[in-house]
Nanobody, 120 residues
Framework: QVQLVESGGGLVQAGGSLRLSCVASRRTTSTDAMGWFRQAPGKEREFVAAVNWYGRTYYADSVKGRFTISRDIAKNTVYLHMNSLKPEDTAVYYC??????????????WGQGTQVTVSS
């Protein structure tokens, strides 16, 4: 079993920045790929970004050029650097882990989520 713990959410004004972190409790093949998803009230959970074991990154079109995913394998940690935040980025952000990077929600492990609120 792998536990994922997110941190770094909060309230920020439009145009501001935040960095989310997600620490995995241990390193296994099930954490070879890690990703970020978000879910706004009344909406389905949607893909934001992912990174595979080799460092290849994937982004949703809505965040390309504004968000950057990175990882520190030695620390079992993945980060989401969010710049130029918009009110429509407001959501609960979830970290996910699995052996393969996907843009769909079929990940084996999920964190509890961290709230990001962007005020206009």
């Amino acid at each position: 079993q792998v536990q994922l713990v997110e941190s770094g959410g909060g309230l920020v004004q439009a145009g501001g920045s935040l960095r989310l972190s997600c620490v995995a409790s241990r390193r296994t093949t099930s954490t070879d790929a890690m990703g970020w998803f978000r879910q706004a009230p009344g909406k389905e959970r949607e893909f934001v970004a992912a990174v595979n074991w080799y460092g290849r990154t994937y982004y949703a079109d809505s965040v390309k050029g504004r968000f950057t995913i990175s990882r520190d394998i030695a620390k079992n940690t993945v980060y989401l650097h969010m710049n130029s935040l918009k009110p429509e980025d407001t959501a609960v952000y979830y970290c996910a882990a699995d052996s393969v990077a996907r843009t769909t929600t079929e990940y084996a492990y999920w964190g509890q989520g961290t709230q990001v609120t962007v005020s206009s």
